[in-house]
């Protein structure tokens, strides 16, 4: 199944980068959304975006509450998310896990890093789970 | 007519008056000497005030300042990610080129490899394999491959580093919000003080809804990604929610 990605960062630097590794990967389809609102808008308007890479902290609606958001909507709940932050402390990990993140990346990232956590959701994915 | 009595207590009372007196005049050197003391204090604090005010008042070009180095950097962030994105696209292509070239040569080495049994000459299998091997450019294109690959690999690396503009711009962000906070103290204190505005006409202009991390640092060490990792094996290996909340409490 190909890919379509929606890049969520409040910082237009860091889409960027998050795009040029991603191509790097090999993947083509991308979407990018300055906020946490502007996410939901683009996932509701697009269906096949099937996977979301958010920065957390964010204007108007931060990552954390877009993927609360996210998990509660019977279309989209089960759309992987992988959180790329600066932030690294454990407290808010488990907030990110209890928001049910698929998986966690902490700034500054590496291509290799990125391309890991993706194969890992696909994976568990793949798994049922 | 008053009693022996009541003449004691007058008495009493009287001394009781005269110790009075005699505190008071121990005490008007000390109340000259504050009131001195206030005559100099006064001045001395309207001077600490004139200074709080002028300071407060240069705090908004302080955070203006850093949010215009926040705009050039990522400004600046932005031509080099166009520049690496031109570099990358030339390297692809002078790579696609080179690809191509490297097929030709081999078509060529092929095809005159083809040419030995067709010229039935002696040696002529060694004349061509000397020719080819003085002649082939495919060896040094696969060096300049390899190198061109080296070149787009440390361009990505340069773009990748480029996420030092993110976490300095949550730092600078950070430390304006500190700033912002010291400045509503001090006009909070002139304000009581004089009963003057500092925030009227020196207006603090940051982003509405500024959103960042006071703990942003950039590191290139593995360990805080490895911390992530560690929590996230232990999910997979279907700790329950309970149980990570209890190791991590």
């Known amino acids: 199944m190909a890919l379509k990605f929606l890049i969520v960062d409040d910082s237009q630097t860091m889409r960027r980068i998050v795009v040029n590794s991603l191509k790097n990967l090999g993947y083509e389809d991308f979407v990018e959304a300055s906020d946490g609102k502007d996410a939901l808008l683009k996932l509701s308007a697009d269906e ?3 996977f ?10 931060s990552g954390l ?65 | 007519m008053m009693s022996e009595e009541n003449m004691t207590q007058l008495f009493e009372k009287l001394n009781d ?7 008071g005049e121990k005490l008007i050197p ?43 950097t990522e400004m600046a962030t932005t031509e080099i990610l166009d520049l690496v994105d031109v570099l990358n696209n030339d390297l692809i292509n002078i790579e696609k080129t080179m690809l191509d070239v490297l097929v030709k040569e081999k078509d060529k080495e092929d095809f005159l490899k083809s040419l030995i049994p067709m010229l039935n000459k ?29 070149m787009k690999n440390d361009s990505n690396n340069i773009a990748v580093s480029l996420q030092v503009q993110d976490i300095t711009a949550q730092q600078l962000a950070t430390v304006n919000h500190l700033i912002e906070s010291v400045q ?16 009227d006409n020196h207006e603090i202009n940051l982003p509405d809804n500024a959103s960042f991390d006071p703990n942003a640092r950039y590191s290139k060490s593995s360990v805080p990604q490895q911390e992530v990792d560690s929590i996230f094996n232990q999910k997979s290996q279907k700790a329950s929610q309970a149980e990570i909340d209890k190791l991590f409490s």
């Open chain 1, 65 to 129: 509450e877009l993927i609360k958001a996210i998990r509660s909507d019977a279309k989209m709940g089960n759309t992987p998310v992988l959180m790329v932050t600066t932030r690294g402390v454990k407290d808010d990990i488990i907030e990110a896990l209890k928001a049910k993140v698929n998986n966690y990346v902490v700034k500054p990232f590496t291509p290799a890093i990125l391309r890991e956590k993706i194969d890992q959701i696909l994976a568990a994915a793949g798994g049922g789970n």
């Open chain 2, 30 to 72: 000390v109340i000259h000497s504050l009131g001195e003391f206030m005559k100099e204090t006064v001045p001395l604090l309207e001077n600490i005030n004139q200074s709080i005010a002028e300071s407060t008042a240069k705090i908004p070009k302080a955070t203006n300042q850093i949010q215009s180095v926040t705009s050039a």
């Open chain 2, 122 to 150: 002696e040696n002529a299998e060694l004349f061509i394999d000397d020719f080819l091997s003085k002649n082939s450019s495919a060896e040094k294109l696969g060096e300049l491959l390899l190198q061109v690959g080296k």
């Open chain 1, 48 to 50: 096949t975006i099937n």
């Open chain 1, 52 to 61: 979301v890479i958010t920065d957390w902290n964010m204007p108007v609606l």
């Open chain 2, 184 to 199: 509503e103290k001090l006009s909070a204190l002139i304000e009581d003080f004089d009963n003057t505005k500092i925030l």
């Open chain 2, 17 to 23: 008056l005269k110790k009075v007196f005699s505190y």
